[in-house]
């Protein structure tokens, strides 16, 4: 069955510390791969998608993203986190099955130490 | 930008309420969702729906129905809420005709059923 993982529920970082949020997932097909922000109170927000082409994506804030087949991993990086960083975090999965269904991960709650 | 609105951010009914949750987005996506989101769940799809009047059900349908009557409106209902249904609860949007069209998500709706 197709799914997402993110190993880490909680990361806690100094500000200024470089990051990065683990994500795996099982899918057959080469997947479209996203990661997802989501403020306090808030909705998601896109950080960056991965359809094709180059490994390493670019997203807002800072954010990249390398995809890794062989290790069937898309994680999000950051060189040095700012305290608005502090979030949860979601990996996901989309057009799964040729469908419009997105696979979540179950988040990743991001601390930033001041 | 996309602009995802749901009618409430915060909701409390009581326990056999019948409970309508709005959204509507402005930009003539075809593609509509509703997730649940819980602690250590994620997100899980509820209902998602393709076009008017069209709807296909999600991981977690159970207690839930929808409703599309106009392109830019999707309506969640719950037939008779329980405290099982205490959650937030997440609408999205995406492009019409691609599945890997990223979500835009409105800010959700925490119900509360007591």
């Known amino acids: 069955a197709q799914s997402v993982t993110q190993p880490d529920i909680h990361i806690t970082v100094s500000e200024g510390a470089s990051l990065e949020l683990r994500c795996n997932y099982s899918?057959?097909?080469?997947?479209?791969l996203f990661w997802y922000v989501q403020s306090p109170g808030q909705g998601l927000q896109l950080l960056l998608k991965?359809?094709?082409?180059?490994?390493l994506v670019q997203g807002i804030k800072g954010f990249e993203a390398e995809f890794k087949r062989s290790q069937s991993s898309f994680n999000l990086r950051k060189p040095s986190v700012h305290w608005s960083d502090a979030a949860e975090y979601f990996c996901?999965?989309?057009?799964?099955?040729?469908?419009?269904?997105?696979?979540f991960g179950t988040g990743t709650r991001l601390k930033v130490l001041a | 930008d996309v602009k995802v609105t749901q009618s409430s951010r915060y909701l409390v009914k009581r326990t056999g309420e019948k409970v309508f949750l709005e959204c509507v987005q402005d930009?003539?996506?075809?593609?509509m969702f509703w997730y649940r989101q819980d602690p250590g769940l994620g997100l899980r799809l509820i209902y998602f729906?393709?076009?008017?009047?069209?709807?296909e059900k999600g991981d977690i349908p159970e207690g839930y129905s929808v409703s599309r009557e106009k392109k830019e409106r999707f309506s969640l209902i719950l037939e008779s809420a329980s405290t099982n249904q205490t959650s937030m609860y997440l609408c999205?949007?995406?492009?019409?005709?691609?599945?890997?069209?990223?979500?835009?998500f409105g800010n959700g709706t925490r119900l509360t059923v007591t």
């Open positions: 991965y359809f094709s082409g180059d490994t």
């Open positions: 999205a949007s995406s492009s019409p005709g691609q599945y890997n069209s990223p979500l835009h």
């Open positions: 729906s393709y076009d008017v009047k069209m709807k």
């Open positions: 996901a999965v989309g057009g799964t099955s040729g469908t419009y269904k997105y696979i």
């Open positions: 930009m003539d996506h075809e593609n």
């Open positions: 899918y057959g097909a080469t997947p479209y």
